[in-house]
């Protein structure tokens, strides 16, 4: 399989600022990454597309200037959550594929954002 | 869009147990994932089987895309295997890395 992995794995922060959070694919080259979100006890829904020396791509309802998503390399792919507020409590995780046209996907450890 | 429903929500166990989990699906897929979410958080990567049958130690899959719904079959259940375990697919026309998950089902195994 492929390794994908998410740093910070927690995070607690005050309303209002922003927090960043990092993907990365340890093993393979990724020029796409995807990340998900999942409220506690629920499932996990795509938030947004990163794509590497593009624009990310963002799934209906989710606000992009809320979530601002930076792919500077092949590697690495960083979601700010920016002047966040309790309700982007969440717990955030990334995934990519080490073979695009095969289509499986691995995900990182997540990481689990708490706004006070 | 695509509708994922898993079945039973709930399963409990006593360590030594088999069990078998359903993933329904209401369109057709270029991909299915089953997953285990451990209580970190983390998902961990069972089986990627958009058709057929797998088998990966005391753990197998069959996905009958014609019928649209796959199995996930656990069998010497161990308090390990405690977790929610997942069924997504990726609905045909749709990015290879948007994947349309299930509600999950919560797995206890008990000694």
């Known amino acids: 399989g492929a390794v994908v992995s998410q740093h910070p794995s927690r995070v607690i922060c005050k309303s209002g600022t922003s927090v960043k959070i990092e993907c990365r694919s340890l093993d393979f080259q990724a020029t796409t990454m995807f990340w998900y979100r999942q409220f506690p006890k629920q499932s996990l829904m795509l938030m947004a597309t990163?794509?590497?020396?593009?624009?990310?791509?963002?799934e209906q309802g989710v606000e992009k200037d809320k979530f601002l998503i930076n792919h500077a390399s092949l590697t690495l792919s960083t979601l700010t959550v920016t002047s966040a507020h309790p309700e982007d409590s969440s717990f955030y995780i990334c995934?990519?594929?080490?073979?695009?046209?095969?289509?499986?996907?691995?995900f990182g450890e997540g990481s689990r954002l708490t706004v006070l | 869009g695509i509708q994922v429903e898993q079945s039973p929500p709930d399963l409990i166990l006593q360590e030594g147990a088999n069990s078998t989990l359903r993933c329904n699906f209401s369109?057709?897929?270029?991909?299915l994932q089953w997953f285990h979410q451990n209580p970190w958080g983390q998902l961990i990567n069972l089986f990627y089987?958009?058709?057929g049958t797998k088998q990966n130690g005391r753990l197998s899959a069959t996905t009958v895309a014609t019928e649209r719904y796959s199995l996930l079959y656990i069998s010497s259940s161990q308090t390990t295997d405690s977790g929610v375990y997942f069924c997504?697919?990726?609905?045909?026309?749709?990015?290879?890395?948007?994947?349309?998950f299930g509600q999950g089902t919560i797995l206890t195994v008990h000694p």
């Open positions: 995934s990519a594929s080490n073979a695009p046209g095969n289509g499986e996907l691995f």
């Open positions: 369109d057709s897929v270029n991909n």
């Open positions: 997504a697919v990726n609905a045909g026309g749709t990015s290879y890395g948007k994947l349309t």
């Open positions: 990163s794509n590497e020396g593009s624009k990310a791509t963002y």
């Open positions: 089987i958009p058709s």
